[in-house]
């Protein structure tokens, strides 16, 4: 009997505990390391496997590409789910010294027309790991009156630095 009420009460202890833990609902977070290209602009066909942070490949910018793979998302659709700010954070490793490499966030028209453009410098970066690579990140707050706003992600590096990006994270507010 006693066996019993303690695997009860165990089982119910941890049914509470996984309950509690996904009651935070993590649909508001997009990783990516790109072995797996959901929502990417894979057009220009982007990837390596020369050098990657996590994984088996990375988005890369150079001297024939100065985009990276591009993230899209449709404004109204984030808009629907509530969100009206996001965070883009990605590692990023330069062969040199980077001089214009950015991170950039935008949200266009449907013809391209940028609303709203920001980008962070790799000079910025906060963090850096045991490797050489360092994390940055962008922020923008959601147009609300964009409803046929594009938003875009992307690695840029307009004096034509190689530079790889991995380890994407979008989170939404």
Do not use: H
Not at 120 to 136: H, M, N, P, V
Not at 141 to 161: C, F, H, R, S, T
């Amino acid at each position: 009997m006693k066996k019993t009420l303690l695997f009860l009460i165990m089982f119910c202890g941890v049914q509470l505990f996984n309950s509690c833990s996904n009651s935070k609902n993590r649909s508001n977070i997009i990783t990516c390391d790109f072995d797996e290209l959901k929502n990417w602009n894979i057009s220009n066909e982007a990837i390596s496997n020369k050098l990657s942070r996590s994984g088996k490949y990375s988005i890369f910018t150079g001297p024939e590409r100065v985009y990276s793979l591009t993230y899209e998302a449709e404004v109204k659709d984030l808009l629907a789910k509530g969100y009206t700010k996001m965070t883009a954070s990605i590692w990023i490793r330069c062969i040199g010294d980077p001089k214009e490499a950015q991170w950039v966030a935008t949200v266009n028209s449907p013809t391209g027309a940028n609303y709203i453009w920001k980008s962070t410098f790799l000079s910025s970066a906060q963090e850096t790991d045991d490797k050489g690579w360092k994390r940055i990140e962008v922020k923008l707050d959601l147009p609300m009156e964009v409803n046929d706003g594009i938003l875009k992600i992307y690695g840029w590096a307009p004096k034509q630095e190689e530079a790889s990006f991995d380890d994407f994270e979008l989170t939404f507010e």
